[in-house]
């Protein structure tokens, strides 16, 4: 920087930049997976893994995958919650890595939920 123009010039276009990703979180699909004790003890390691790298696979720049605690249903862990903007959402049990991958393919790129492997159905709570 040599001048107070140079320097202004860099805070309004980070300005900008700060806006457009406040913005964006709209448009943020989030998938949120319970890494409590039981989860952990259940595999929800691998499943958290196996979200990260299909999404990064697929460029899903606009998939945020985060942790939570204890979600108070231990017996279904591994589980996984989807957020889609605009959506309900969805709770995913008794995942496995390849149930997550199945999951990243058809639910958030094709836009539609694997409905056995949600709470309610009934394949899945037996």
């Known amino acids: 920087m040599k001048t107070l ?4 010039a860099i805070r309004e276009n980070t300005l900008k930049n700060i806006n457009v990703r406040k913005d964006d979180k709209s448009a943020i699909i989030r998938i949120v997976v319970g890494m409590a004790t039981c989860g ?10 196996a979200f990260i790298e299909e999404a990064a696979l697929r460029g899903l720049n606009h998939v945020q995958i985060t942790q939570t605690g204890c979600i108070g249903l231990c017996r279904y862990e591994p589980m996984a919650d989807v957020f ?6 969805v709770t ?3 995942l496995t890595p390849e149930k997550a991958k199945r999951i990243v393919l058809e639910h ?3 836009g539609n939920p694997v409905i056995e492997y949600a709470i ?7």
């Open 120 to 126: 309610g159905s009934a394949e899945n709570n037996k």
């Open 84 to 89: 889609i903007p605009g959506q309900e959402k």
């Open 108 to 110: 958030i790129v094709n």
């Open 40 to 49: 952990i003890a259940a595999g929800a390691r691998p499943v958290m893994q």
């Open 5 to 8: 123009e140079e320097l202004r």
């Open 92 to 94: 995913y049990i008794n």
